[in-house]
Every structure is written in C-alpha cells, then in structure tokens.
C-alpha cells in the first residue's frame, strides 16, 4: 500500500517524502504559505478561516446596517431608493445571520471544541475544510447579486445581449431575509417556458441558491462536531464533565441538523415555484403562502437558538474564569440548554400570531413561548450564583459577557412581553421587534461573541489584544447599541412599522429614529475598533503566556499557539474543569503514553473538498444566471455539479491518507506514578 | 488493508460506534426531517384538496384512477427485496470480506434499483400523458417533488452501489473499514427503502382509502369541493 | 480598577437612561399611530395585556438585574486575593433555590398567562348577530333617513366590511350597502366606519401577504392570499385615524397607508348615501371635460372606475369620489395643508385624530405629482419627478408589455396632465 513509508514518523511534515496517493496525485501536506490555508484539515486553522471570513461579513453586513441607519434618519429621506433599501435590510439580516453570526459560532466550535475535550482532531477533517469552503463559496453566490445589482445600476449590463430591462427588477434579493411566499415566489400560470410571472427578481433567486449552499455547510458542519463531541473524548471526558461550551456546541449541532431540513424543503419547493412552475406557494393554483411561514419558522425559531446557544456556551466559560469559581449548577445550565434546543422547536407559530391561525393554536403557541423563558432565566440565575461568591476580574472578556448577561436579559424580558399574542398583534412587525431582537442577537450574542474572541485570542495566536482598546471598544458597543436599539421599544410602540424604507414627518417618530442612528454609527465604530484591535494583535500584538486568565478547561494547558498535534499527549480526565484543578492542586492532569518518538497520527492535507466546494460555486452562480438568460448558464450549473461528482469521488479514492508526527514530549509522569503522588 | 485507514480508524472512540456509522446515522435523522417536511406537505394540500387536479383539457381527474397501483406495488415489492439483499451484502462483507457473495448480492442491489427507477420513470412519463404536471395542480407539485426526491435518493444509492461494486476489484475493500464502508452503505440503502414504504402509504395507499377509494361505498366523488 | 470601572459604566449608560426619560412627555404616548393611546376595546385590551407584561418584566428586571448589580460589586476581586487559595470545590449548584426559582418563574408567567388567554379569545370572538347593540337594524334606522340603504337580510348582522390588499393599496367593501367591486362602488384606502358600534373585518388579498393595522383601534391581522382572515374592531372616538400595512409587501411597502375615519352613525348614513351617487358631468368645454375625455382617451379608465362615467375599470382603486377623501396614492400623500393640520391637532389638544378639511391647491399638486410621476409623462415635459410609489402599477404596461399599450398612448403633456387633474377635482 502506497502510504507505508508514511508509517516512519517525522518530527514536522515538511519532512515528509513527496509520494503519491491511490489516485496518483500527491498529498498537499508540505504546502506552505497560502496554498497551505487552501488545502488545510487542521481544525485551529479552519476555525481562523472561518473567523476571519465572519469578522469581514460582519463589517459587511454592518455596513448595509449603516446604510439602512442613514436613509431613516430623517423623515422623507432619499438617501437610497425604495427597492436598494429593501435589499440593505435583506442582505443585512441574511448577512448577519448566516455569514456573520453562524461562521463565528462556527470559528469556535472548530478551534474549540477538539481541545476542549482532549482530541487532536475532529471527527472527519477533510469534511471540515469542505464546510468551510462551502461556506465560503455560498458567502459569494449571495454576494454576488451584490455584483450584478450593481452592474445594472450603473447600466454596465445594457452591452449584453440577454439583458432585457424591461424584466429585470431586483439583482440583488429584496424580500427579507425570511422571504414570505408569495411575494418571493409566484402568482398566475405558468406559461410555455414552465415560468409563472414573479413578484421579484433574480436576487430571490441568489437568495434561494445561497441559502441551500450555506445549509449544505451548516449541515455537514454539524454532523461532524456531533461525531467529534461523542465520539473523540479524551479518556475519563464524561458527557457531563465536558466544558459548557462544547455542550451547548453539541445542542446547537442537533438544532441543525434537525432545523435546517425543513429550509431546505422549503427552498427546494420555492425554487420549483419560480423556476418550473410548480403551485407549493402560488395562492392562484392553490398554494398555500402559509405553508412557507410553517416551514421557514420550523426552521427560523430553532435558528434562533443556532445563534444564541453557542453564545451562552462562551459566557458560561468566561464567567466562571473571572470569578474564580466554578460554573454554578453545571448539570441544570447543561439541561437547561438541552430544553431551550428541545422548546426551540415548539414555538415556531409565535412568529404568526397575526396570519389567522384560530385561537387554539394562538394560545398553544403563546403559552409554549412563555414556557421557554423558564430554562432561559435559569441560565441566568446560574450565571448570577457563578458570579456570586467569587473574585469578579473586570477583564475586557468580562466585560462583555457581564453587557451579555445584561443586554440578553432586556431582550428577553421583551421577548415575554409579545409572547402574549394579544399584546404581540400590536408589536409584531413594528420596531418593538427589532428593538427585541436586537436585543437578543447583538446585544447578546455579538457581545457573548467579542467576549469569547478576547478570552480565546491569546490562545490562538498566543498574543494579547490591548486592554485598554478593548475597554474602550466595549463601551462604545454597549452604548452605541443601547442608543441605536432601546429607543426602537419606543417607536414600535408608537406604531412604527419594520421593513419601510422611509415615514413621513408628523408621526412622532423623528427625534428617536434620529438618535437610533447616532447610535448606529457610534456602535459601528465600536465594532470596527474592536475587531481592528484583534487583527492588529494577531499580527503585531504583544506576546503572552499559554494560560493569561488563570484557564479552567484543557485547551489553556497547551503552549499558545497551539502546535498543530494539538496534545503532545492524551490527557487523562478526572473532574470537571481538568486544568483548572490540575494547577490548584485538587486533581493533577495525568497523560497517556502516546506521542512522543512514536508519533501521534495526523491527517493529510487535501485540495478535493475545495473542488467538491467549487462545484457548489459553480451551480450556485449557474442557476440564478440561467435564471436571467444568460446563454449557457444552465450548463455552468451541470459543470458545477460534475465537479462537485468529481470533487467527491476523488476525495473518496484518495483515502483519509495521513502520518505519524513526533510530539515533544517533556519527559512526564507515567499515569500510574501520578496517580500515586496524588 | 492501508496502514494508514488502520491509525485512522482503529483508535477506539468514546462511543464504540465508528465516526462513520455515527455521522450516517445522524444524516439519517436529518433526512428524517427532510421527508418529514416533504410527505407533510404532500398530506397537508391532500387534506386541503381532496379529489385530484384538473388536466389540460379541464378536465376533473381523479388520482385513484390515474395511479396504477399493480405497477408500484411491484416496485415496492422490488425496493423491499433490495434492501434484502443489501442486508446480504453487508453480511457478508463482515463474514470476513467475502467479496464474491458481496459483489453478487451488490449486483442485485444494483439491478433492483435500476428497476425501481426505471418504474418511476415510466409511472411519470404516464402521468404525464394522462395530464398530471408539476403546473397545472398543487397535487402534481407535491406528486413529483416528493416522489422525484425519493427517486434521487435511489439514483445517488444506486450510484454510490456502483462505485463500491466497481471498487471491490481493486482489492482495497476490505477488513474492517471496507466492511464498515459498504455498512453504511447499505444504512443510507434501508433508509431510502424505509421512507419510500411511507411515502407508498401516504400518497398512494392512502387514495384507496375511505369512501371514495376502491373499498369505499363505491360512489363517484364528489367534484367541486376543492376548498 | 472598579471604581474606574462604574465610573467608565456609569458614564455610558446615565445619559442613555436621561436621554429617554427626558424624551417621554404625554404628547409622545399619542402620535398618530401611537399603541398606547388606544381608542376602542380591542386596542384597549392589547394595551392593558402589554401594560401587566410591563409591571411584570418591571419586577423582574429589578430583582435580577439589582441582583447581578449587587453581585458584581460586591464580589470583585479585591488586592490580596492572589494570595488567597483558589476556590477549586466544583459547584453542583443548590438544587433547593434552583427548584424555588423555577417554580417562582413559572408562577411569574402564569400571571401574564390568564389575561393572554382572555385575550386571545375576545379578539377572536368577533360579534356576530348576539351583540343586539351592534345590529344594523339596531343603530341604522335610527339615524336620519339611512333606512333604504341595507337589505332586509342583513337587519339581524353586524357591520361587515371586506378589506382587500393589493400592491400597494387597501380596497375597502361594504357588502350589505351594495358598496363592492364588482357593483363598481368600492372604496379605496379611507376606511370610514361608524362610532362607537362593532365591525366585522374580512381580510382578503389579491397578491401578496399584507397586514391591515389602525394602532389606536386593534392590533394587525394579516391578509393572506388564498385564505380569509377576520378580525372585529369598534372605535370609541370619531376622528382621522391613521393605519399602514403591516407586512413587507414589496418595492413601495413604506408607501401602503390607509385612513380610518370614524363618524356619528348619523354623518356615516350619510357618507354611505354620497358613495351611491354617481360622479357629476363637467361643464362641456371646460377643462374638467378635456380632462375626462383624456381619462379614456389616456386608457386611465381600463383599470379605474368612475361611476356614471366609466364602468370598465375593476383593476385600479376606484375614483368615483377620489376628491373628497383626505389623501392619495395609498394615503400617502396628504391632502389637507400641513400648517392647517398642525393647527387643528393643537387646537384639539394635541388629539391626532382631529383633522384639517381637504386643501384643493394641495389636492390639485399632488394629483399632477402622482400622475405626473408614474411614468406617464411625454417627453417633452419637464423631468418627471422621483417616483412617488415605485413599481406601482400606472407602470404596469411597462413592466409586463401588455399588447396594446404603449408609450405613446398613454404619455400626457404637462397641459393634457393639468386637464386630467382638473377632471379628478370635480370628482367629489
């Protein structure tokens, strides 16, 4: 077998002899530089990928916000036209949603997750590096529509041939990021062609592509960090001695899997309602738009819960780092997450209190929602006693998982305000609910996520962000936010409807839209410092220690960086919260005797999951083009799945591959000594 | 058997259930959710619109009459007896990787697929002609999206069988991984065998039923309550 | 290090919180669409279920969030705490006051669960034929001279009104006074209802979802295509009350406005009887009657009614009395002088609901502006304005190449436009 003489461990895999795989090609293991980064299954350098593509949709996506901030701040703008600003707050919640928030999440769970239980890997590493890059490559094809809006804006378009002016209305998707049939959709019949006539244009279309692609990612994403949870566990890592983060890590991973089926139907459905002319959505053959409601919040509420639950996973390992303590009632924080996933899926309906559902299901829906603050307060009322009876360190991780707790708390608290579904036929709809949610996912989790990035930064790059930066980015987040948010409570209550690019004067909601965007604009600049501050420190940032915060869990026992072997031995776990114990002299960390001469097994590098992942780029830009009439663009769609086919079996045929890498191992205690010196 | 495959895959894992029997039972739970989604809707607008569509000529069909319950029958029965001899296959892969019986038993798998589509082909084509489309009723549109799912989740089986068959005379399956390999397999096979007993219940079985079915009262149904 | 820390906290959050109580004043609490003003008992309702949320987010909010305050003030590290042992025992939590907050908690919801409940279903219950107060032949024949107006088969029923959504317009029906579409007597975008009796909405739209909503009058109910919602709303005041669609419903959703007007039952008998009475003829030679021959020789009538004049157009809103309604163009241009406004509002006490009379010199300039900036204009005229409702459907020939319809057909020059507008103005 060709990989025998990969048997010989050597100490860096730039040592390793170039030989060819099963398919005759040879593996990419001593690639450096950038083709290094394209061809990586290291799950640390995944998860900076996926960081670093999040940071920038989230600079993106805040940008769109800003634009959105500026066209309402005073009445009767025409700072952008009717149809741009509908494709600003589009592309700013499905930006934010699923290329900031979600990636970010995911840039965690890669780099975490392994070390946190005490792997070297995950589970399936070359499908890791095909989810990032599937993610990225659906990033584009949403984005792309950027690119062909704005080329016919500017009128570029008119050369072509295909272009009719008369047809097109919107290139990039304008129809929010939930996407309700059958304004996304179709009325009328089909005609020859098997198109029924369309309320929107081809950014629908980009929209719909992108989704499925960035589902697909999410999906097998998921499947991956539920196998490396369950299955890759250092000795002695009890389910219920895994840190919370990687718990809430394996909730949110069954939240998609489980959610994102019922999209993906529903897209799948749209799609054939758009480009075939079949009746799922269409009211005049039938169709039921409520359906699309069903299916989107079937998935949408579980997403919510995809966003939030990683972010409760980070605040519950920073509070008890800077408290000194450990996490407060473990077992009822970890079950409380499982019954918020489990309640996730129950609730769906309280986003159609206002479609006609009869009060039976009304009042299901609205007790079941009311229901689910219960396991959220717990959380809080834990993280309270994390924080009660210890040393509280106001370090700028600290800080912002306190704002967390705080601004998490507020949207919660109207969260239970239109749970009441009498009281929520006045809200729904109006700025009280993007005051709410705002409240929830960027008053929550974008804090909860800074948070985590300050704690975990020095870790992955080994250098320490500036304190006194990071306060002052902080402060600027939290006021900025609060300015822009709280007063939307205000003017949703005073009959401000969402998603309306623009009011008239006289209607009392001048002074505070006005202030809203002060506060925008102050809380962008809060955010670019913050992650400015970051990318300086990766890169110039001043060194520090492995272990700067005094770590509770396994991955503040490595060197930081982390070398790419992850543990130069296996630890061995005995408690909760193993390192932490370990340095404090309640229970010392012992390690098995793997590693060291005899190497420990790493995976082999790959560039097939980037061409499976340029398969779905291909299809994914083929089919809205087609979708215009560009020439030929159906057959860039089959070139884009024959090259998906292709990606994949070839990724089949070369085999997991892989090496023995020696380890440095410091010359340590044998498990059984150790044991006896405890 | 790879020396390599060997490190990958002989570390115990905390479960004593292989990564890659784990990750296929957790894509089946996901698929689970995906038909689930799919034969809903299907059974939603069938409640909504009880007595068929309307064909090109605007004529009111019936889909009892349309559907030819012999012929899918047949191809279910066909389907069922596949995932028999998936079970075989399997069965022998782990007896020690007894490729011959694996690849005759894998033919079979293959050969029984290829007509359980090729039924499908036809039934659509049929339908088709007799003026059931994807346009012109909200019946067609869930018809084919769910049946047309299925069929691709055949098609990618049968596929993915092909490959594997093809690949057993490169003498690389083998041992414990080549076993596992063709176990999953033959997971994802049952699992589409599974789901298509459902859907055969739900969305032809289910038309034979209640009064206007072949063992209802016999009368006509009754046109014109379509909402 | 914590002082500088309140100091820094103090300092970000103190003018957030002066800001918005310095901004709260009585007038804020009665905007135009203001949900806390609420003027009829569906409204009322929703507001008093909102106001128990409040009292009990209210308590919540300083229990746990005076707890937390507390808790990280009084537990900060303090100098000398690295000398100290770290606190290495694990926290099992104490399952005695995990099980006290739950239940607390839920005993919490339960108090906003009773009244939710109730609710939902008086919302629900719309009055039919048992709320005796609310029947025509109860209220109708009392006031002056309304008798001949409804059908001896509805005496029994309450008000019924049918709201359409269409893009981006409110059509409103009164089918038991013969006010419909198809009877060519629709009204378009200014709901009039009377005061003080119940009405049953039935919801409907013809293409995409939208959401009809009256803040100060009932929560919104959604109007979806293939189905029929209903909802019951009563107004307790008369007045001008302003509603908006709900719902994002494409490129000009900003733009869906609609009115309510609530009148003495007496004034609405007599608006019921004005919306029968067909339009009057203009003066022949004047510049009104150039206009209406404009108004079919332009193919404005293929989709607009005008009663008496055109009867073809089921389409568009219908324009019968378009000059006596407040606003246009989906209530989004004002007709009435915004200086006159101000001054009416003020001299009712700051009540919204009071309103200027129609100002004909504005009617007149918005009537061109809309016209004018729907893509009809010849080119010859001045720039046409910014669309005043992008992707309306005067674009509609455009958009879908309807055969038969072109550019030079319906394209007006500035004098052909100030005829049209002179036409629409006797259409009272």
Redesign the interface.
Same mark, same amino acid.
Request: hydrophobic content about 45%; overall charge positive.
């Given at each position: 077998m060709s990989h025998d003489h990969h048997h010989a461990p050597v100490a860096s895999r730039y040592d390793l002899a170039p030989e060819r795989s099963d398919i005759g090609l040879i593996r990419p293991d001593r690639f450096t530089g950038w083709r290094d980064w394209l061809t990586t299954v290291d799950h640390k350098k995944i998860g900076v990928l996926y960081g670093a593509f999040a940071m920038f949709f989230f600079l993106v996506g805040g940008v769109e916000a800003l634009g959105i901030r500026t066209q309402l701040s005073r009445p009767d703008n025409d700072f952008i036209t009717a149809r741009m600003y509908n494709q600003l707050f589009t592309m700013h919640g499905t930006t934010m949603i699923f290329l900031g928030v979600m990636p970010l999440s995911a840039a965690f769970f890669n780099f975490l997750v392994p070390l946190q239980i005490g792997a070297r890997d995950v589970a399936f590493p070359r499908l890791n590096a095909f989810s990032l890059w599937t993610f990225v490559f659906g990033a584009f094809v949403l984005n792309a529509s950027w690119l062909f809006e704005f080329a016919h804006l500017s009128g570029w378009l008119k050369s072509f041939g295909w272009y009719n002016a008369l047809v097109y209305t919107d290139f990039a998707p304008a129809n929010g990021w939930f996407s309700y049939a059958p304004l996304s959709g179709t009325f009328g019949q089909a005609d020859a062609a098997l198109r029924a006539p369309r309320f929107t244009g081809v950014g629908t279309d980009f929209w719909i592509i992108g989704i499925q692609i960035l589902g697909i990612a999410s999906l097998a994403a998921s499947f991956n960090f539920i196998c490396t949870i369950l299955n890759m566990r250092a000795k002695g890592m009890t389910m219920m001695r895994l840190p919370v983060f990687t718990w809430m890590t394996l909730v949110t991973s069954f939240l998609i899997i489980l959610a994102f089926p019922a999209i993906t139907v529903a897209l799948i459905q749209l799609m054939f309602d758009r480009q075939f002319g079949a009746n799922f959505f269409n009211p005049s053959a039938g169709g039921q738009p409520v359906l699309w409601q069903h299916l989107f919040w079937i998935f949408g509420h579980p997403e919510v819960y995809i966003l939030v639950l990683p972010a409760m996973g980070i605040v519950s390992e920073v509070l008890p780092t800077f408290s000194g303590k450990s996490l407060f009632g473990y077992p009822i924080i970890v079950f409380s997450g499982a019954v918020i996933g489990f309640l996730g899926f129950a609730v769906w309906s309280h986003h159609m209190f206002t479609t006609g559902l009869g009060p039976v299901p009304t009042a299901a829906f609205s007790l079941l929602t009311m229901a689910i603050a219960v396991p959220t307060g717990v959380k809080i009322f834990n993280w309270l006693g994390t924080i009660w009876g210890g040393r509280v360190r106001f370090t700028p991780p600290m800080v912002l998982s306190l704002g967390f707790i705080w601004m998490f708390m507020c949207g919660g608290f109207s969260g239970i305000m239109h749970s009441s579904a009498p009281a929520d036929s006045q809200q729904q709809d109006s700025y009280f609910v993007i005051a709410h949610f705002h409240y929830v996912l960027l008053g929550g989790v974008l804090l909860g996520l800074m948070s985590g990035l300050y704690f975990w930064f020095p870790k992955i790059f080994g250098r320490m962000p500036k304190a006194s930066v990071a306060y002052w980015a902080s402060g600027l987040v939290i006021l900025g936010f609060n300015l822009a948010f709280g007063p939307m409570h205000y003017l949703g209550l005073a009959g401000q409807p969402r998603r309306t690019h623009t009011y008239h004067a006289g209607f009392g909601w001048e002074t505070w839209n006005y202030v809203a965007t002060i506060g925008a604009f102050i809380l962008g600049i809060g955010v670019f410092i913050a992650f400015a501050n970051l990318v300086w420190t990766a890169f110039r940032g001043e060194k520090c220690s492995s272990d700067p915060w005094d770590g509770r869990t396994l991955e503040w026992s490595l060197p930081s960086p982390v070398p790419e072997y992850n543990f130069a031995r296996s630890p061995v776990i005995a408690c909760r919260d193993a390192f932490f114990a370990h340095k404090h002299g309640a229970h010392r960390l012992v390690y098995e005797q793997d590693g060291g001469e005899a190497g420990v097994h790493m995976p082999s590098q790959s560039w097939m999951p980037l061409l499976a992942s340029c398969g779905f780029l291909l299809a994914g830009l083929g089919m809205p083009m087609s979708a215009m009439g560009v020439p030929h663009a159906g057959w860039v769609v089959i070139a884009g799945l024959g090259v998906l086919f292709l990606g994949i079996w070839l990724w089949a045929l070369e085999g997991p591959g892989g090496y023995m890498l020696k380890t440095p191992v410091a010359p340590a205690p044998a498990p059984a000594e150790a044991a006896a010196s405890r | 058997?790879?020396?390599?495959?060997a490190?990958?895959h002989e570390?115990p894992?905390?479960?004593g259930?292989d990564?890659k029997k784990?990750?296929m039972w957790?894509?089946l739970?996901?698929?689970c959710?995906?038909f689930?989604?799919?034969i809903s809707?299907h059974l939603?607008?069938r409640k909504?619109?009880p007595t068929g569509f309307t064909d090109a000529e605007g004529h009111q069909q019936f889909v009892q009459k349309l559907f030819d319950i012999e012929l899918t029958s047949f191809s279910t029965f066909i389907l069922l007896m596949s995932s028999f001899l998936m079970a075989l296959a399997v069965s022998a892969m782990h007896k020690g990787g007894q490729l011959k019986s694996f690849r005759r038993n894998v033919l079979g798998v293959i050969v029984f697929g290829l007509i359980f589509l090729g039924c499908q082909v036809y039934e659509f084509t049929h339908f088709y002609h007799q003026g059931l489309t /994807?346009?012109n009723? /909200?019946f067609?549109?869930?018809f084919? /999206?769910l049946t047309g799912?299925h069929g691709t989740h055949v098609a990618i089986g049968v596929l993915w069988l092909v490959?594997l068959y093809f690949y057993s005379f490169t003498g690389?399956l083998g041992g414990h991984v080549g076993a596992l390999d063709v176990e999953v397999a033959g997971l994802y096979w049952h699992f589409v065998d599974i789901v298509w007993i459902i859907i055969f219940t739900a969305v032809y079985l289910v038309e034979y039923l209640g009064p206007d079915g072949i063992w209802g009262n016999g009368l006509p149904p009754v046109p014109g309550v379509?909402? | 290090m914590m002082s500088r820390f309140i100091a820094r906290v103090g300092l970000l959050v103190l003018p957030v919180i002066a800001l918005l109580t310095a901004g709260c004043s009585e007038a804020d609490l009665k905007v135009r669409q203001s949900t806390f003003d609420a003027k009829g008992p569906v409204a009322r309702m929703q507001y008093d279920i909102f106001m128990d949320s409040v009292y009990l987010v209210t308590v919540l909010f300083a229990i746990v969030g005076g707890l937390l305050v507390y808790a990280v003030i009084r537990f900060r590290a303090r100098p000398g705490d690295e000398n100290k042992p770290a606190i290495v025992e694990d926290g099992h939590g104490n399952p005695v006051t995990e099980i006290l907050l739950i239940v607390a908690s839920i005993g919490a919801l339960v108090f906003l669960a009773i009244p939710t409940l109730k609710g939902i279903w008086y919302q629900d219950d719309v009055p039919e034929d048992r709320v005796p107060a609310g029947r025509l032949s109860v209220w109708y024949p009392r006031v002056e001279g309304g008798v001949e107006n409804y059908a001896e088969a509805v005496k029994d029923q309450v008000l019924e009104i049918d709201v359409v959504g269409k893009q981006w317009w409110f059509r409103f029906e009164y089918p038991q006074f013969g006010l419909t579409n198809d009877g060519r007597r629709s009204v378009p975008n200014e709901l009039v209802i009377p005061k003080g009796v119940p009405v049953r909405i039935n919801l409907r739209s013809e293409d995409v979802i939208h959401s009809f909503w009256i803040p100060k009058v009932a929560g919104k109910v959604d109007l979806m295509p293939g189905r029929r919602n209903r909802m019951w709303i009563q107004a307790d005041e008369t007045g001008h009350y302003y509603g908006q669609c709900a719902e994002f419903c494409g490129d000009s959703h900003a733009y869906m406005l609609f009115r309510c007007e609530v009148l003495e039952p007496a004034d609405f008998a007599r608006w019921v009887r004005a919306q029968k009475q067909d339009a009057p003829e203009p003066p022949a030679g004047s510049k009104a009657a150039e206009g209406k021959a404009l108004f079919a020789a332009k193919t404005c009538a293929m989709c607009h009614n005008v009663s008496g004049h055109f009867g073809a157009g089921a389409f568009g809103p219908d324009l019968t009395h378009v000059a006596s309604r407040k606003s246009l163009a989906g209530a989004w241009l004002d007709n009435r002088n915004p200086e006159a406004q101000r001054a009416a509002e003020a001299a009712a006490g700051g009540n919204t609901e009071a309103s200027a009379p129609v100002d004909r010199a504005v009617q007149k300039a918005n009537l061109i502006r809309w016209i004018g900036s729907s893509g009809v204009l010849h080119a010859e005229a001045a720039e046409p304005t910014r669309d005043v409702k992008p992707g309306n459907r005067m674009h509609y020939y455009k958009m879908f190449n309807v055969a038969g319809l072109n550019e030079t057909k319906t394209k007006l020059t500035p004098s052909e436009l100030d005829a049209l507008a002179e036409y629409l103005l006797t259409l009272k």
């Open positions: - | 058997m790879s020396h390599s495959a490190h990958a570390a894992t905390s479960t259930i990564h784990l990750i957790l894509f739970a996901s698929d959710m995906f689930g989604t799919l809707t939603l607008y909504l619109y /994807v346009q009723s /909200v067609g549109s869930t084919y /999206v799912t490959l690389k379509t909402r | -």
